[in-house]
């Protein structure tokens, strides 16, 4: 599919100007934009790094710091106001807000750590990181949910990249911190404070809702697995990246050059961007110049009689029906059809979502709390310091690839084999348990490899369950859904990270140092309880799982995307004098009236 307005104007442009301004204003470039804010939208998932600089600064324990870290996943996850938001204001504000928020919070934090603000109290740290970590929702509504609602027959491939930058973000912001402030860990904060909110506003306007029509399906995926290969080169070095400095101490002109490589592969799918559209410019210009080997169609308005209803008949049947024995209330909560638009109410009280909800706190709860935890359980066990940034880019790099292929293969499953994508969930939380067994038993060298199975697992949860909630409840009210669905995370971090392995790791460290309030702990047993409780809760989470693939197996053996095609075709052939004009190879051309008049009368 293409979309009308993409490149508003540009095929009336002559030269180089005209083929600029329809770039920049190409529904392509808008997807380039969302890889560069994606790509700046995942500090929250680096929080080990500088948490230590955290604790030690101000003083924590290790409860303290998982109850901060538990308001960071508050932020990041409650994006239900974002959502509200978005649905009634353009993208581009809901960008704007976000980059506030995340200057904000995080300039905050990096002022208290340094020692330049006086030392806050715990709650307000808990309100700067929280207000930091929501820009991030901020972030993911206004670009993502844009692109999913652009493509909505693709939303499997979009969600995967889209949510793939982010998982990356995490190894981006490490190589680009040590090539601008070496290993000053504290320093970190305050880029994280200041990039993220720059990119957005720099493509703020660039994001926008475009109209769908009707084009052939290879012309729109294409260009996604040319992002997909550039995206996997970016992984594919930055992972060589962390094998290196694993084993070789890197200098700051070293970092400097390996960040610079990973600046240039960012910007390499702009190279597909200009591609696509200059193959779209090249077909506007040959239908405005020879529109005779094309068909135009004109549709103009027809006049249909619609027969007289017989008031009669209409009155006598409502004077004999009585009204329905249905509350308002029941009305108002009785869900359509899987597959339509529910509302907001409709959705949250329905059966789907709930066994969604839970599986999701089971599953995100667990391998986040691995993720916010990763640098102690590295401590614990004996790991070199320099180890806990291998472990957070080996998570970074997993994450990427545990969203891209979840969401391509789990589109690809579903379009060929009608494959439901919440039985790919549960084989997920299945893996996910495998990691968290490692950890609980801490086998000597298998960090590195639960680091791998943790990240991969905790990436392919989050496309599935938005591609889930896009396709069982709609798209109308899909920016608050979204961030509903996220809420789970924290829930599920809060339970896990902070009451059960925040908790058990200072009551370890209190028998280790003989009642002392001492908050470092020493070997395999500090973390080996509450990993094997994670473990059933994840197990638990997967069977009830199970529920929603039995309750939506019908629906996904349907062909669950018949109607966004009907839509893309009444949108083509629809008007009011307006030309459609369809060249050879079956691509859409839209102009204005204007140029329809030129065509059609040689000029």
């Known amino acids: 599919m293409v979309f009308a307005g993409g490149s508003g104007g540009g095929a009336t442009a002559t030269g180089g100007f005209g083929f600029a301004v329809q770039v920049v204003r190409g529904r392509w470039f808008m997807v380039f934009a969302c890889?560069?804010?994606?790509?700046?939208?995942?500090?929250?998932?680096?929080?080990s790094i500088y948490s230590k600089d955290i604790k030690s600064s101000l003083g924590y324990d290790q409860q303290t710091l998982n109850t901060l870290s538990f308001f960071k996943d508050l932020g990041a996850n409650v994006g239900i106001l974002s959502g509200l938001?978005?649905?009634v204001s353009p993208p581009w504000f809901v960008l704007s807000i976000g980059a506030a928020m995340n200057l904000s919070g995080y300039l905050m934090i990096y002022l208290a750590i340094t020692g330049r603000i006086a030392r806050p109290a715990v709650w307000q740290m808990c309100v700067y990181i929280c207000v930091g970590a929501n820009s991030q929702s901020f972030a993911n509504t206004g670009a993502l949910v844009t692109c999913v609602?652009?493509?909505?027959?693709?939303?499997?491939?979009?969600?995967?990249?889209?949510?793939?930058?982010?998982?990356?973000?995490?190894?981006?912001?490490?190589?680009?911190?040590?090539?601008?402030?070496?290993?000053?860990?504290?320093?970190?904060?305050?880029?994280?404070?200041?990039?993220?909110?720059?990119?957005?506003?720099v493509f703020v306007h660039t994001i926008r809702i475009m109209e769908v029509v009707k084009s052939a399906a290879k012309q729109t995926t294409k260009p996604f697995y040319f992002f997909l290969y550039i995206s996997l080169a970016l992984a594919a070095y930055l992972m060589i990246l962390i094998i290196v400095e694993n084993r070789v101490t890197f200098s700051?002109?070293?970092?400097?050059?390996?960040?610079?490589?990973?600046?240039?592969?960012?910007?390499?799918?702009?190279?597909?961007?200009?591609?696509?559209?200059?193959?779209?410019?090249?077909?506007?210009?040959?239908?405005?110049?020879?529109?005779?080997?094309?068909?135009?169609?004109?549709?103009?308005?027809?006049?249909?009689?619609?027969?007289?209803?017989?008031?009669?008949?209409?009155?006598?049947?409502?004077?004999?029906?009585?009204?329905?024995?249905?509350?308002?209330?029941a009305r108002t909560f009785r869900a359509p059809d899987r597959g339509e638009d529910y509302s907001i109410l409709q959705a949250l009280v329905s059966v789907d979502m709930l066994v969604l909800f839970f599986a999701t706190i089971c599953g995100v709860g667990g391998t986040l709390t691995a993720i916010d935890n990763m640098g102690q359980i590295g401590e614990s066990l004996g790991y070199p310091t320099r180890s806990t940034s291998t472990?957070?880019?080996?998570?970074?790099?997993?994450?990427y690839l545990g969203r891209v292929a979840a969401g391509f293969l789990s589109e690809i499953l579903l379009t060929r084999y009608k494959f439901p994508r919440p039985l790919m969930l549960t084989l997920v939380l299945l893996l996910s348990a495998v990691g968290h067994l490692l950890i609980a038993f801490g086998v000597p060298g298998?960090?590195?490899?639960?680091?791998?199975?943790?990240?991969?697992?905790?990436?392919?949860?989050?496309?599935?369950?938005?591609?889930?909630?896009?396709?069982?409840?709609?798209?109308?009210?899909?920016?608050?859904?979204?961030?509903?669905?996220?809420?789970?995370?924290?829930?599920?971090?809060?339970i896990l990270n902070v009451r059960v392995t925040g908790h058990l790791?200072?009551?370890?460290?209190?028998?280790?140092?003989?009642?002392?309030?001492?908050?470092?702990?020493?070997?395999?047993?500090?973390?080996?309880?509450?990993?094997?409780i994670i473990t059933v809760v994840t197990?638990?989470?997967?069977?009830?799982?199970?529920?929603?693939?039995?309750?939506?197996?019908?629906?996904?053996?349907?062909?669950?995307?018949?109607?966004?095609?009907?839509?893309?075709?009444?949108?083509?052939?629809?008007?009011?004098?307006?030309?459609?004009?369809?060249?050879?190879?079956?691509?859409?051309?839209?102009?204005?009236?204007?140029?329809?008049?030129?065509?059609?009368?040689?000029?």
């Open 391 to 399: 472990f957070v880019s080996l998570i970074s790099i997993w994450n």
């Open 446 to 494: 298998s960090l590195y490899f639960s680091s791998v199975i943790i990240g991969f697992s905790f990436g392919a949860q989050w496309p599935l369950l938005f591609a889930i909630i896009s396709e069982v409840f709609g798209l109308k009210y899909y920016s608050t859904l979204y961030n509903f669905g996220a809420v789970a995370s924290p829930i599920g971090s809060y």
């Open 539 to 603: 197990i638990a989470g997967a069977l009830v799982s199970l529920v929603l693939v039995w309750r939506t197996w019908d629906f996904y053996k349907s062909d669950i995307y018949a109607k966004f095609r009907a839509s893309a075709d009444t949108n083509e052939e629809e008007g009011n004098g307006v030309a459609v004009v369809k060249s050879s190879d079956g691509v859409v051309v839209k102009e204005v009236e204007e140029e329809k008049k030129e065509i059609r009368g040689g000029g």
């Open 85 to 87: 938001i978005n649905e």
């Open 149 to 201: 609602k652009n493509f909505p027959d693709s939303r499997g491939i979009v969600l995967g990249l889209l949510k793939g930058f982010v998982g990356l973000s995490g190894a981006i912001f490490t190589q680009l911190y040590h090539a601008v402030y070496g290993s000053d860990s504290k320093s970190l904060v305050l880029l994280i404070a200041w990039l993220p909110a720059a990119i957005s506003i």
């Open 505 to 532: 790791y200072d009551r370890e460290a209190a028998k280790q140092n003989s009642g002392l309030r001492e908050s470092t702990c020493i070997g395999v047993h500090c973390f080996k309880l509450a990993f094997l």
């Open 35 to 47: 890889f560069l804010i994606m790509s700046a939208a995942g500090a929250t998932y680096i929080f």
């Open 252 to 329: 700051r002109p070293e970092y400097s050059v390996s960040a610079a490589v990973v600046v240039l592969l960012l910007f390499l799918p702009l190279g597909v961007v200009i591609k696509e559209e200059l193959r779209i410019w090249k077909q506007k210009k040959a239908a405005l110049a020879d529109p005779s080997p094309m068909s135009v169609t004109v549709e103009k308005p027809i006049a249909i009689e619609l027969p007289q209803p017989d008031t009669t008949k209409v009155t006598t049947a409502t004077e004999s029906s009585p009204p329905p024995n249905v509350s308002c209330l």
